[in-house]
């Protein structure tokens, strides 16, 4: 392995007893009960999840596995927006408040169940105006305010497959994942607003298009007054469209096995992967997780503090928490604006009770100091939950003394864009554990093994793998099936998540790190590949390397290794031209933090750079098998 890990933390097993109140109130019940349930008879599981929502046609099967294909809910038909909207609005639910927004200057706006349903089904009818169709793919890149939600649900309502954005991509990434997935239409704003300053996405969007022949439209919400100029008949007004259409929208039928949206996420080439989940497996795990693992009751108010934009804001703002029934609230505040008490403030005037964030964010809140969250109230808080990448057990303490004031479970939620919904956490009333992200939730078999597919002991690191098909599991990757073909073949048989890990003797598994070339930089996956290659477009660079560097905050910092091309001489304006130019190509997410110019870069005989070798030598550590180093 070559990723390290403090054997202490495995052997010495340190835990926190939630209140048993916990699990006596939970729909999920006992944790081993309902775990032996599904292992009885897992399509009886699923089948008794799926059978809660509304279905326009039951399935004749409840799946078909012809490895390494999956289809779950065969031949049935639904649309997932009657069961994350009209479900509600036909029943209590109707006027419960679905989403609450604030925005940065105290402004907050409110939707039921109702108005939701009505604004979604106007924005379809719009969408159905310029021409959109079933399958037809829609690219929504904006800021999160409630229109990114309402975009969202309206593509689900007629059956257009999203390909949502996340709006702190540049120009390149962007005009990627449009030409991709052949976007005919795209859905902006002209601004984002962050921490107090105005920024522009429609300019983004403007240069993004400029070589993408599928584009017909862009759709654009205007922010700022006096509002911008749009370009005729390309651009559209958001408003405009939705003006004189019709708040009633047939909901399309859709089969369960139709696609549902594409997400791109990075892989270890630098062309990243449009991720595709189908409509009814991923309803039903993220409505599944929703209600039974983060255990949404009809008086919480959960927060998500993820864009939509990213996988957990798809499962756990939109689809699964609205499938649940929830209230949900957003905000695009960030959580040191106006000041470190943002979002402490926040959960106090909301009474949020599920607050589910980032390890990042959690330690950027460590660093800020607990004087902050000391100041507000946070009583509410029922359940904290974390996400996207390791929560280190210091900040797993702080996070559960300071906020969860010694009593509020964490849920250390482990998965994937392309697992479509959480897999591995610690079940709400089981033993926490620091450093432990849990033990598969029913309905999951995973485990930690070899390169061979072996079962390791505890305590010794190895693949985490997941062993049987599950409902939302990624159905193949947008025209490019071979590379879904790879993470079931890895290691033959079972799904390889490219994360390593190490099981204790509870059988509570330990998130280590990617065993890729992939970087999680605040929670964000940032393929090396994809920044070298830009790095590489760069005039002046003849080669790059890109690694990750531990970094207090935000979990990895990216370092950048750049042979310039004969003639160029390295300087620091050459450096800023460097890091401004990756800014414009992938965004403000994917900047590397390092530059360093060097002359050579360790490279294998048949040319492929090491990476990690120049890992190894920046953190002063043994390099391991150097054999195929040619120098
Ligand atoms: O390495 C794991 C890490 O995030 C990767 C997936 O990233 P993405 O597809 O962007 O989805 C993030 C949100 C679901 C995983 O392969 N990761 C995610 N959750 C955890 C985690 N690592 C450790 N602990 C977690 N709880």
Redesign the pocket.
Known sequence: MTEDFDVRLVTEAKYYYPDPQYKRNSWMGDYQTAYKNFLADPDAFWSTMAQELDWIRPWDAVKEWKYPYAKWFTNAKLNVTLNCLDRHVNDHRRNKVALIWKGEEGRERIFTYQSLLSSVNRFANALKKIGIKKGDRVCIYMPLVPEQVIAMLACARIGAVHSVVFGGFGAAALNMRINDAEAKVVVTADITVRRGKAIQLKTIVEEAIINAPTVEHVVVLRRRKPMVDLQDPIEIDFDEIMEGVSDECPAETMDAEDPFFILY?SGSTGKPKGIVHACGGYMVGTYYTSKYIFDIKDNDIFWCT?DPG???GHSYIVYGPLAAGATIFITELTPDYPDAGSYWKLIEQQKITIFYTA?TAIRMFMKMGESWPNKYNLNSLRIIG??????NPEAFEWYYHVIGKDKTPIL????????GM?L??TVLGEPLRPGF?GKPIPGIIADVVDKNGKSVPPGTGGFLIIKAPWPSMLRTVYKDDERYRKYWYTIDGVYT???LAVKGKDGYIM?L??SDD?I?VA???IGTAEVESALVSHHAVAEAAVIGKPDMVKGNSIKAFVILRVGNQQSDKLMQELIYHVRNTLGPIAVPQEIEFVEKLPKTRSGKIMRRVLKAKELGMDPGDVSTLEE
């Open positions: 996420t993820a990213w996988i957990t390890p974390s996400v996207g990448e390791p929560l250390d939620t482990w998965w994937q864009t392309e697992t959480l591995i956490t992200a998540a490219g994360d998130i790190g990617r992939i999680i929670g964000h996956n």
